[in-house]
């Protein structure tokens, strides 16, 4: 039987890409629908994650 290998990766990193994806989603329905406020929410959202991101290191996370 082949070894099962598991992501290294740490739950903060999880929640830091989770975090962008949900920001990249509110500005491309900001696009669609041309409201600014989805848009700035999409903008804070994605660039908490991106913080979170590199607070918690998240390429040690890759190796």
């Known amino acids: 039987m082949a070894d099962v290998t598991h992501h290294k990766a740490k739950r903060s990193s999880w929640v830091a890409v989770i975090l962008m994806f949900i ?10 629908l041309q409201s600014w406020v989805i848009g700035g929410a999409g903008v804070a959202v994605g660039l908490i994650g991106v913080v979170l991101a590199m607070a918690t290191n998240i390429m040690s996370d890759a190796y």
């Open 23 to 32: 920001g990249a989603t509110l500005v491309g329905l900001a696009m669609v």
